[in-house]
């Protein structure tokens, strides 16, 4: 019998009755892939591959223990205390979503599905929107309620919000719903979009960023591959895209990212375009968030391991378009006390991303003077930055001040004893004006020796990289994203093969829908909880009576005509 070294464990569920069962993640010493396995005592052994890389999926997991802050109290990892109280756990995770006791992490990103019609029928949705027949749709007065529940979490409220749906550009009402987004105080509003609305009319797309939006999440699963467009949206959408595109670009002041859903076999070969585009968008796009499919339905193993796409499989193809750009894929946990920290110099609500280590993955990649790609690991010590940060950013959480002879010292203050009265003193008299700007000159003070500054002199980005450095935080951090540096990530969610319950407790990202057995309360459902656990329940419960959905062939028709009226 063969020996199989255990990675991790954890719970999962069966992918036939949704049972919470044990699961093992380990290495198959053939291939040196990490595996999950799992046995139903009812439906029997199930098994999908999760890396191609051991050594790698062992690197992020341990790197993440050593850089990334996921535990302790120095950033908000327990459950948030919220008006509408927090569930009692009487089924197990992930059944009492809601969410319960059990979740680990505040959420950084509240997001709305604000409809489910949709104008277009994708074979592959992860909210099978418009295949359904019932229309789901809260009210104007609901997602201003889901919102206002978000903003007053405590002890940290969500920051960033996203609109999804179906297509949440249906609705007419979304700029007036984005005003009101921006009044309670998010950060960055985004919007999760096929794109095929703002490619027809600039004029909505401008009323939507005079509303405050910040952010366009473009679905792009291909460039001008027209089957390929047929096989995953069911129509070319390539047209649909390019017009995006340039309609954004003329409106001017809103980001761009990229979002493609990648399936193994089907568009994978498009990884490498998909570069290559985002490379001559530079000037708006700040960046690509690569996904995996997640696959749903009855599945042999075969056919699993045909259909399977990992974010190490993503690397691979992104590296062989690249010429190896990503030397690390970083979990995204590693960024946690760096993200708190630019949120605090800012002075914004500390938000972190204390998500699990196997939930996103992200590098920087840079654009060089020739407009080739780059690791940014030859421009920057990452892990050097990253322990820095680390390090100012708990200095701060316990109000400790850097050593009076030289802000290079490792020390401070409070170290020595017997002027600790005194720094108190000090610390309590300082205005938090002063102390922050303190701290920002200590941190840049630092983060110099971390900078590989040749390199960066001969670069394209030195200016930025300079504004980030002088001035660090949220905006500066946006800008230079938007200055031949690409933000390169990937987030895989999951679907009931390769559930992991210790993802769903940390995870950031929360659905909100009002709760229909009370309906003057919120609910946070965790986004893979919501997709494969909660989503047609709660949908069913929200159903608008006497609207039915439009039949997919009705969609789709409509959207051909109008590609061709834009190709034109």
């Not at 950060?187 to 009319?201: L, Q, W």
């Not at 920087?364 to 020739?370: D, S």
């Not at 993802?503 to 229909?516: A, E, N, Q, T, W």
């Not at 946070?524 to 039915?548: D, Y």
Request: charge should be neutral.
């Amino acid at each position: 019998m063969t020996e199989y070294e255990i990675v991790r464990e954890t719970m999962s569920l069966c992918p036939e009755c949704l049972t919470q069962i044990p699961a093992q993640f380990y290495i198959d010493p053939s291939n040196n892939w990490v595996m999950l396995r799992k046995t139903c005592p009812d439906h029997g052994e199930f098994k999908d591959k999760i890396s191609i890389d051991a050594d790698e999926y062992k690197w992020q997991m341990k790197f993440t223990e050593d850089i990334g802050s996921t535990t302790g109290e120095s950033i908000s990892t327990k459950p948030c205390e919220v008006s509408s109280g927090i569930r009692k756990s009487k089924k197990g995770c992930p059944y009492d979503c809601g969410i319960c006791e059990n979740h680990k992490s505040a959420p950084c990103i509240c997001l709305i599905d604000v409809t489910n019609r949709c104008n277009l029928a994708c074979p592959i949705c992860f909210a099978n929107a418009s295949a359904k027949g019932y229309v789901v749709e809260p009210s104007f007065d609901e997602i201003v309620r889901i919102m206002k529940h978000f903003r007053s979490m405590k002890p940290t409220p969500a920051v960033l919000l996203q609109f999804a749906g179906g297509e949440p550009t249906l609705r007419d009402d979304l700029p007036d719903i984005t005003r009101v987004g921006k009044e309670l105080g998010f950060i960055d509003i985004m919007v999760s979009t096929n794109g095929i609305r703002i490619a027809k009319s600039i004029d909505y797309l401008q009323q939507l960023k005079d509303a405050g939006l910040d952010t366009v999440y473009l679905q792009f699963d291909a460039t001008d591959a027209p089957e390929i467009w047929k096989k995953v949206r069911g129509v070319n959408l390539w047209p649909i895209k390019k017009k995006a595109v340039e309609n954004i670009r003329k409106v001017g002041g809103i980001t761009l990212m990229l979002v493609p859903v990648i399936a193994k076999g089907v568009n994978d070969s498009q990884v490498g375009p998909i570069m290559d585009f985002a490379r001559e968008n530079k000037d708006i796009c700040g960046g690509i968030v690569f996904q995996p499919v997640s696959l749903c339905g009855r599945i042999s193993f075969e056919e699993l391991m045909d259909l399977r796409y990992t974010t190490s499989d993503l690397k691979a193809d992104i590296n062989k378009a690249t010429n190896n750009m990503i030397t690390k894929f970083y979990p995204i946990a590693t960024s946690s006390k760096f993200t708190a920290l630019l949120a605090w110099f800012d002075d914004v609500p500390n938000w972190s991303t204390t998500s699990h280590h196997d939930c996103g993955f992200a590098t920087i990649g840079i654009l060089n003077k020739q407009n080739e790609w780059e690791p940014i690991e030859n421009f920057v010590d990452v892990e050097g930055l990253l322990k820095w940060s680390n390090k100012v950013f708990d200095m701060v959480q316990s109000r400790k001040v850097p050593k009076p002879t030289g802000l290079l010292g490792s020390l401070n203050l409070a170290d020595y004893g017997s002027i600790a009265e005194t720094v108190g003193n000090f610390i309590d008299d300082m205005t938090n004006l002063g102390y922050r700007q303190l701290m920002k000159a200590y941190f840049f003070a630092g983060l110099i020796r971390y900078i590989k500054i040749k390199k960066v002199m001969d670069s394209t980005f030195a200016k930025a990289l300079s504004q980030l450095i002088l001035a660090p935080n949220m905006r500066t951090a946006g800008n230079f994203l938007l200055t031949g540096n690409m933000l390169v990530s990937a987030m895989h969610f999951q679907d009931a093969y390769n559930f992991d319950l210790n993802r769903i407790k940390s995870c950031l990202v929360h659905y909100g829908i009002i709760d229909p057995d009370d309906h003057s309360k919120v609910m946070e459902i965790p986004f893979c909880a919501m997709n494969t656990v909660h989503r047609s329940r709660l949908e069913l419960a929200h159903v608008k009576k006497g609207l039915q959905a439009e039949k997919p062939e009705v969609i789709m028709d409509r959207a051909e005509k109008l590609i061709a009226t834009i190709d034109k």
